[in-house]
């Protein structure tokens, strides 16, 4: 499998991926807003895009789709439930669906809601599991529920999906907010070290270069997979004074994700 990030540069900071088979050099293409910079990459790299994915249904990750199907013919995969809102949609997808890109690639839907009711994040299971999240998971953070969401199913998404895939799988969100994400880590967890020190390197570095965090870092720099640190939730009670003195985890995911909202 191979894996091309692009970075827009634009002011929602978003990622589009493309995914492609390396014997038969077709690919897919996840959430092509900017769809001439993945067309001008698949060319560079002699791919051709047969399929889109869009994670879920907001503008900015569905916006590219007309062009990019005028453009190269791919069919447009989506959730089967955000099919009429998205339009145009080839197949509708739901848990469990394979997607196979040429000979060699297989990813697996996760139907993850939370931040929109129907958001689909796609798992390679290969040598080196890859996670393709969407606005699900980010860099260390979380989705918000602004727009159609609901936290309490973001959680479960977590819980019982997202933290249960293993350590090495690497994470490739639709956007960029780590030196952000790692700032609300730290305001929550002033101790977390490995936290302070990405925030470091975050900082010195072009969100076009290589900086990819594996599950396994998530759950040292993501404030919302490490749910149990007496830190998290000592603070949480400054805030919350009404908290239980051993809050489970979903409250406390629950806590965090509304101090996130206003931070
Ligand atoms: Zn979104
Ligand atoms: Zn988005």
């Known amino acids: 499998m191979l894996i091309e990030r692009i970075w827009t540069a634009n ?10 088979c390396e014997e ?18 698949a060319e560079v790299r002699g791919w051709q895009i047969r399929q ?5 249904e907001h503008g900015d990750h569905t916006g590219g789709n ?58 390679a299971d290969a040598e080196e599991p890859a996670l393709f999240s969407g606005d699900t998971l980010f860099n260390a953070g979380v989705g918000n529920c602004h727009n159609g969401g609901q936290p309490e ?3 479960e998404s977590f819980a019982q999906q997202l933290t249960q895939l293993p350590a090495a799988t690497r ?19 002033p101790g977390n070290q490995a936290a302070a020190a990405l925030l470091l390197r975050a900082q010195e570095q072009d969100p076009a270069g290589g900086l990819v965090t594996t599950l396994a870092d998530e759950r040292r720099i993501n404030t919302f997979m490490r749910l149990q640190e007496p830190e998290i939730i000592a603070r949480l009670h400054l805030s919350f004074p009404d908290l239980p003195a051993s809050p489970d985890e979903r409250t ?12």
């Open 11 to 20: 002011a929602l900071r978003n990622f589009h991926y493309l995914i492609a």
């Open 52 to 56: 889109i994915l869009n994670t879920h």
């Open 66 to 123: 007309a062009g990019l199907v005028a453009a190269s013919g791919a069919r447009l995969l989506a959730h089967a439930g955000a099919a009429r809102r998205i339009g145009g949609v080839d197949r509708g997808l739901a848990a469990g669906d394979i997607i196979r890109v040429g000979r060699t690639v297989e990813l697996r839907c996760l139907d993850t809601p939370g931040h929109t009711l129907t958001h689909i994040c796609v798992l």
């Open 252 to 263: 406390v995911f629950l806590a965090l994700r509304r101090l996130r909202n206003s931070w």
């Open 24 to 41: 038969t050099g077709e690919a897919l293409a996840v959430d092509p807003l900017e769809w001439r910079r993945c067309l001008a990459a």
């Open 153 to 155: 199913l973001l959680y």
């Open 171 to 189: 994470i490739y969100p639709g956007h960029e907010y780590l030196a952000r994400n790692l700032e609300f880590t730290l305001d929550r967890e």
